[in-house]
């Protein structure tokens, strides 16, 4: 389907650190409240004139340091103290909270075995393996050829998808939620400080 120029635009927000011109899903929605203090929104609901950053942590960190929302809002505004990692929390917790919307609908299993199956019957359209688990044991299973790969989530937080204290591996299939995922599995690679960097592997660099 091609978009018009109008919905193309209309889906576009210029990032108040960066000066980049960049896709909604790759930015964050910020609001200033009645008490002149700025709250995230990260789910693009909060009523208010919507100032974006984009979605990398640096990018948040320089809007706050450099009093950019102040100059945004086009009055004092007050920042969240740690507002950066205020919005990775919000944004890894919402990822967590559709993982298992898309588990309750058959469109995600975890475990080594049933992801295996998945990625050999086709089923797989996006891996998921925790940023902490064993390198050796995630080299064992490859992201589908045109599927996705997210690996800075870690097992805990995997782990309460499926109510269990860890998990390494985990698969979607294709639907409405896994673009949702994706989308914000990429907003949360800009946010979050990975400590194993071979959680982005360098087969997946491309995708």
Not at 4 to 18: G, L, P
Request: charged share 30%.
């Amino acid at each position: 389907m091609i978009l018009s120029a109008e919905r193309v635009k209309a889906s576009e927000r210029k990032c108040i650190a960066t000066g980049q011109v960049l896709s909604k899903s790759q930015l964050v929605r910020f609001v200033l409240g009645p008490n002149s203090v700025i709250y995230p929104d990260t789910e693009n609901k909060l009523p208010g004139r919507g100032i974006w950053v984009k979605a990398d942590r640096s990018a948040i960190m320089q809007a706050q340091k450099g009093q950019l929302f102040s100059r945004a809002a086009k009055q004092s505004a007050e920042c969240l103290e740690n507002l950066a990692e205020q919005v990775e929390n919000l944004v890894a917790n919402r990822i967590i909270k559709l993982i298992g919307l898309s588990r309750k609908s058959g469109q995600c299993v975890c475990g080594y075995e049933k992801v295996k199956d998945w990625l050999k019957k086709d089923i797989a359209k996006v891996l998921i393996q925790s940023s902490d688990g064993s390198n050796r044991e995630k080299s064992r299973l490859r992201t589908p050829a045109d599927g996705q790969f997210i690996g800075w989530l870690s097992s805990k937080e995997l782990g309460k998808v499926f109510g269990r204290e860890n998990i390494t591996h985990c698969a979607l299939a294709s639907g409405g939620l896994t673009q949702r995922i994706v989308e914000d599995a990429q907003r949360l690679k800009g946010l979050r400080i990975v400590k194993d960097q071979n959680s982005f592997r360098k087969d997946e660099t491309s995708k």
